[in-house]
């Protein structure tokens, strides 16, 4: 019962944790190369998150040094994950890239069918 | 010059970062390689006076923007980075004049200016997960590294290798992401991403904050082993190495997983080894087991590897158990052991490769079978490639003894015999595969016209060749620089332990 109580209340890392494990799932158990990017692009999207769910506080305001308000949201994990969003941005953009030469060069994206006549071994 | 001293940190990474701006702007080859080489020939010379400066006052710091750290972004430069930056800037710079006729001959003239441009941008990544002193920031580095280094290996001539780098690419991103999560743990205990400050204030957290602190250490230790290619994270570099173009295979097999191997160091020696007591946990013996199971299983599969790019890879990873060896014993010779194999194995890849990439330009292959009776036509070639597996397998009076030589004293003073006999018994396997090649090419019949045809390359691949070879000699004699510098790095580090 205690530990569906915090469940609850932790929901949003419920549902992060679930992100996660669904991209991972997504990546492993596919056999598409573009699904593979969208698993990975979840996974990383759970990861965002992961560092903006501390980073809220229910009433805080911007940092700024003023005797009205005294309770702080640190904006400092939304500038983190803003460069991890480019990070992740590229690394999806450049995916795809190498996706669209793969079919241009195997004519298929699914690796069941590339790794039949190409396997290495 | 006394204005340029204070500032060689950022240097370091913003000289190949300019020069790959400026490559891709320029669209020409040879302009582009032109840029290339003057930004990789002027790094080895300020990662060697920051080397210079910390052995004769200490380490460095460098605050970004004059943001003060812990606020602001910190590059620190200390005796084991210096010695990482010394590596991987030397390695990039020796391997400059290979890659002119090899890019040439590999990648397709339009986009050589191109390659130049992620090549300078792979090696700034590289220098700035070295450099850097920030937990975040070295994620980026890593990122930038790491996305450069999958174009790099997409521009191999076969098919394949845009396989291996999608690949690559899926299984890198898993790690770096795993890293991040790591980091944001260790954020939300301690408010800051300064690898320093991160120490310090683990060092007093909370005893029930252990949890929290050893999933930060379970992310960032899979995040990082991905990236080393650590035994079972290993699936992606055999075919990476094996179909990236030849240029790219010598350096990134020098400086890649290097790099990666220095960010684990620094992460389980500088910033947990405070908080954590190793002792109690059974990271070492975990780091031991995988270390063994590399350096055994690897091994083996290259001896039954005709590609010899592939065997050379699996080879890696083999080698790469042996660094991870030291960091598991985790004693003084023992780690620096691992600190100097980081150098050592550098440099008799960096050759091996480069040998391969002037097989590659002669022959248009690399397999087994296509070089018998090569070494009569290529001897040049051939010798070198020869010294440098006397080198891999740690033949007295190479450079690969002598890492050998401090992992078995660190497997010693540990007290087991039965690691110094596996480091000694997977060296005889290194003997098998390396000997392969060596009966084929010096000891059987040229049997094809293209090997009847063949003469050593051009001087320009000639003589990078050549230099590591020496290197792999006289590094074996001469231990001041690699063995000194480990040494006194390792001492610092254990003196961080709890």
């Known amino acids: 019962m ?8 932790h929901y949003n890392y419920v549902v992060t944790i679930l992100l996660m494990v669904t991209g991972l799932y997504i990546m ?13 692009a979840i996974f990383q999207t759970s990861v965002y998150l992961l560092y903006l769910e501390p980073a809220k506080i229910v009433g805080g305001t911007a940092p700024i040094l003023d005797p009205d308000y005294t309770v702080y949201s640190n904006p400092l994990p939304h500038v983190l994950i803003l460069t991890a ?14 996706v669209v030469r793969i079919n ?7 690796e069941d069918q590339i790794f039949g006549p190409d396997r290495d071994r | 010059m006394s204005s340029v001293w204070p500032h060689l940190p950022i240097l370091q990474v913003v000289i190949p970062l300019m020069g790959a701006i400026l490559a891709a702007f320029t669209r020409r080859g040879a302009t582009a390689y032109a840029i290339a080489l003057a930004a990789s020939l002027a790094l080895p010379f300020v990662a060697g006076a920051m080397l210079w400066q910390v052995l004769s006052s200490g380490p460095i710091s460098y605050a970004i923007g004059g943001w003060e750290p812990p606020f602001g972004i910190e590059y620190r430069v200390d005796l084991l980075n210096g010695f990482v930056l010394l590596l991987v800037s030397t390695v990039g710079a020796v391997i400059m004049p290979f890659a002119y006729r090899s890019v040439g001959l590999e ?3 339009g986009r050589q200016a191109w390659f130049y441009s992620v090549y300078l941008l792979c090696l700034a990544g590289l220098l700035g997960v070295t450099i850097t002193g920030d937990a975040f920031n070295a994620f980026v580095f890593l990122e930038i590294s790491s996305l450069a280094t999958y174009v790099l290996i997409a521009l191999g001539h076969d098919r394949r290798a845009l396989l291996a780098a999608y690949q690559y690419l899926i299984m890198g991103t898993v790690g770096a992401t795993f890293y991040v999560i790591g980091v944001g743990f260790l954020y939300l205990l301690t408010g800051t991403l300064n690898f320093v400050d991160i120490a310090a ?17 379970a992310f960032v230790s899979a995040g990082v082993s991905l990236k080393l290619a650590l035994f079972p994270l290993h699936a992606w570099l055999p075919n990476a190495y094996a179909y990236a173009p030849s240029m790219v295979t010598a350096f990134l097999a020098a400086t890649a997983t290097k790099v990666a191997v220095y960010l684990l160091i620094r992460l389980f020696f500088s910033v947990f080894g405070q908080a954590v007591d190793f002792a109690a946990l059974p990271v070492g013996e975990i780091m031991l087991l995988l270390s063994i199971a590399a350096m055994f299983v690897a091994s083996i599969i290259a001896v039954f590897e005709t590609n010899l790019k592939r065997m050379f890879a699996y080879s890696s990873v083999a080698q790469i158990g042996y660094i991870t060896l030291g960091i598991g014993l985790a004693n003084q010779a023992g780690l620096t052991g691992s600190i100097v194999h980081l150098f050592n194995h550098a440099i008799v890849k960096a050759a091996l490769f480069a040998a391969l990439g002037c097989v590659f330009f002669r022959l248009g292959s690399v397999s087994l079978a ?11 070639t051939l010798t070198a490639f020869t010294v440098a597996g006397l080198g891999l397998i740690g033949t007295p009076g190479t450079v690969g003894f002598i890492s050998k030589w401090y992992l078995a004293v660190g497997a010693l003073d540990n007290g087991s015999w039965l690691l110094v006999f596996l480091i000694v018994a997977s060296s005889l396997i290194a003997i098998v595969y390396v000997g392969r ?12 016209p293209a090997v009847a045809e063949a003469a050593d390359p051009p001087l320009s691949m000639l003589l990078p060749l050549i230099l590591l070879a020496l290197a792999t000699i006289y590094f074996g004699f001469d231990t001041r620089l690699t063995a000194g510098v480990a040494s006194m790095a390792a001492e610092m580090l254990i003196g961080g332990l709890r």
């Open chain 1, 85 to 98: 969003i480019v990070v992740g941005v590229a690394t999806l953009a450049l995916g795809l890239a190498i």
């Open chain 2, 370 to 380: 296509d070089i018998s009776g090569l070494g009569r036509r290529m001897p040049v």
């Open chain 2, 107 to 109: 990648i397709d003239s």
């Open chain 2, 201 to 217: 204030r683990l060092g007093d957290a909370p005893p029930d904050r252990i949890n929290a602190i050893l999933a930060a250490l």
């Open chain 1, 104 to 110: 241009e060069a195997f004519g298929t994206v699914e």
């Open chain 1, 28 to 40: 492993v158990a596919r056999s598409n190369m573009v699904k593979k990017l969208v698993g990975l």
């Open chain 1, 2 to 9: 205690e530990a569906l109580r915090t469940l609850i209340e």
């Open chain 2, 437 to 448: 090649v060596v009966e084929v090419a010096w000891f059987r019949p040229a049997n094809s």
